[in-house]
């Protein structure tokens, strides 16, 4: 009786331990998420385009756009940066920008009180001409009329036309000094004329 008893309790028990010692597996898969193609990355692109005044060298109109371009890619600017504007006529005589009415050689020697040949002069010599220029019209302008500031402003378009030629030859602070010296002109002319018309209206 024993022995049955251990046969079927055996019996019973093996397919149990057989069970307990298997572990389901499980599976897993995994689906490839679909990407959208990456569109291209863009930068976003300034352009400014000035324009200066020949005479003072102020900017007297400033344009600035605004576009995209694809990221990396150099912006390519179909415009000049910087351009200038066309003469302006004055009320009491021609255009005072560079090369209009320019005075020869003997007006701008009258004017300055020493030989000068304005084709001729280097850099330096041209730094000093336009220091002289301005001390000149500071010192003199007090008792000028029309013709006199026309007479000055001729003077200083050949020394501009020079400056033209000579340009890359002067350095950054000369460029400043003789662009302060041409706006000072400008403005002391300008002055003057206001000066006059309202002297005029009284």
């Known amino acids: 009786m024993n ?8 019996a019973i028990a093996a397919p149990l331990a057989t069970l307990a010692q298997t572990k ?6 995994t689906t490839p998420a679909t990407t959208k193609p990456a569109t291209p ?18 900017v007297i109109r ?11 890619t150099a912006a390519t600017s179909s415009a000049p940066a910087t351009t200038t504007a066309p003469p302006v006529a004055t009320e009491d005589g021609p255009s005072s920008t560079t090369g ?22 280097t850099a330096p010599q041209l730094l000093r001409l336009y220091n002289e220029f301005i001390d000149q019209v500071r010192t003199d302008r ?3 009329k029309p013709a006199d500031w026309e007479r000055a402003s001729a003077v200083l ?18 460029k400043l000094t003789i662009r ?4 000072e002109f400008q403005t002391l002319r300008t002055a003057r004329q206001l000066s006059d018309q309202i002297s005029n209206k009284l």
């Open 100 to 121: 209009a009415s320019a005075a020869n050689d003997a007006a701008v020697s009258a004017f300055l009180h020493e030989k000068v040949v304005v084709s001729r002069a």
């Open 157 to 174: 378009s050949s020394l501009n036309a020079r400056y033209d030629q000579l340009r890359t030859s002067f350095s950054l602070d000369d």
């Open 142 to 144: 007090s008792g000028w």
């Open 62 to 72: 400033r344009t600035t756009r605004t576009y995209n371009v694809p990221a990396g």
């Open 24 to 29: 389901p597996t499980t599976t897993k898969t």
């Open 180 to 183: 302060s010296q041409q706006g």
């Open 41 to 58: 990355a863009t930068q976003e692109v300034k352009e400014t385009v000035e324009e200066l005044d020949p005479a003072t060298g102020k």
């Open 3 to 10: 022995r049955s008893f251990w046969l079927a309790t055996l």
